[in-house]
């Protein structure tokens, strides 16, 4: 059938090595007993949780099932589709089934089939970086999942080296993000997992202070939402909100949105992160989810004083700028500056935004032009709707 068994992609048997060989970086097997016909078991695929069969994409059925859902959407007016842990989607025996050129072959052909509907493609895959710079060259969008990381160490260590690295080589057709309804990933900063000879962004121990870090400035509550502490699907996120992962200080806070914003591609801003809420543990005391920590449920009296919250209104006051500003139609351009410090500049013929940041400082200066002239704004207080 369309759903993917064991025996279908090792038809003589797994062997330990085969089974060892596979990528995973979340606990135990990728593999669920099932009844599939009465009286006939097998193990099927279930690559993120056992409630979650996974699809035989080589399958006829499979195929015409997944085509006839891009069809339906572009009927229905969707302009985007999000290819949602592709990576993981083409199982070939011999190899990680992870982003293998069979993967990449697979996209290709879903990229070919959407664009003749008339829809865009958007890939979510968490990786190493290099495999984002690739899959960027492939489809229309491709998430940046490395600015989240890159961005708390900039503001921890007061280091902009790793950082503007990535801002020289990263894809520009990206959605940017600092936050989702997942964790912050620092498997996408980190060395390649299938091969370790292919460093990361960050060096090992950055990534391990990184992460203390942010378990330090949430209070340690992110500790027991992360890893083994709680049920998680993939154990290279730590679970916090990103307002909480700076200590829930406004200024940096916003000093981040302030850098997301300014990098080249479609800023993307999670609800908890628009209010810029806190860790719920009351919630993950509920489910045992560590995920559900950053996935608060408002009602309409926490709504209303979260919008009152000087935070919110000056995050809401950046969106407006970073969505109206001409010069965000323009040429992007990283200026090269001092240690420690990040400049980039928006250019649209007499429009222009500027930022400049000083890390360890956690200090900005930003300049854009307006009818009244340049304006220039140091301070959050500046920035409030």
């Not at 962004?201 to 890893?227: D, K």
């Not at 009602?299 to 009152?308: N, R």
């Not at 500049?345 to 222009?352: D, L, M, P, V």
Request: proline residues 5%; aromatic residues 8%; glycine residues 10%.
């Amino acid at each position: 059938g369309m759903f993917l068994t064991l025996g279908r992609v090792f038809p003589g048997g797994a062997t330990e090595a085969d089974l060892l060989g596979l990528y995973r970086p979340r606990p135990g097997l990728p593999f669920t007993p099932f009844t599939v016909w009465p009286g006939e078991r097998h193990l099927v695929w279930t690559t993120f949780t056992s409630r979650q069969a996974d699809l035989d994409v080589r399958h006829p059925e499979a195929r015409r099932y997944l085509f006839e859902v891009l069809e339906r959407l572009a009927a229905s007016g969707v302009a985007l589709v999000r290819l949602d842990a592709v990576g993981y989607a083409v199982k070939t025996p011999g190899t990680s089934s992870f982003m293998t050129p069979d993967t990449f072959a697979f996209i290709s052909e879903l990229t070919r089939r959407a664009h003749g509907l008339g829809l865009e493609v958007l890939v979510e895959v968490h990786s190493h970086h290099g495999r984002q710079v690739e899959i960027g060259r492939q489809v229309d969008w491709v998430y940046d999942f490395a600015l989240p990381p890159l961005i708390l160490h900039g503001l921890f260590a007061g280091d902009a080296g790793p950082l503007t690295r990535w801002l020289d080589m990263r894809p520009h057709n990206a959605v940017t993000v600092l936050d989702t309804h997942d964790g912050i990933g620092v498997i996408d900063v980190g060395a390649d997992q299938l091969d370790p000879r292919l460093g990361g962004l960050l060096e090992p121990e950055q990534v391990h202070a990184l992460v203390e870090r942010i378990h330090e400035a949430s209070g340690q509550t992110s500790r027991r939402a992360t890893g083994d502490a709680a049920s998680n699907v993939d154990l290279y996120q730590v679970n916090c909100t990103y307002f909480d992962a700076l200590g829930g200080d406004d200024r940096l806070y916003l000093l981040a949105r302030l850098l997301q914003f300014f990098v080249p591609g479609v800023p993307q801003v999670y609800y908890v992160g628009l209010l810029a809420g806190s860790n719920d543990m009351e919630l993950l005391e509920r489910t045992g989810v560590g995920r559900d920590v950053n996935r608060h449920s408002y009602d309409a009296e926490e709504l209303s004083e979260a919008l009152e919250r000087p935070v919110v209104r000056a995050l809401i006051g950046l969106i407006r700028l970073r969505s109206s500003h001409p010069a965000f139609g323009g040429e992007w351009e990283r200026i090269e500056a001092s240690a420690g410090w990040v400049k980039m500049i928006w250019r649209a013929g007499e429009h222009s935004a500027r930022l400049a940041v000083n890390l360890p400082e956690a200090s900005f200066d930003l300049r854009f032009t307006s009818r009244e002239g340049e304006r220039v704004v140091t301070e959050v207080a500046g920035l409030l709707a």
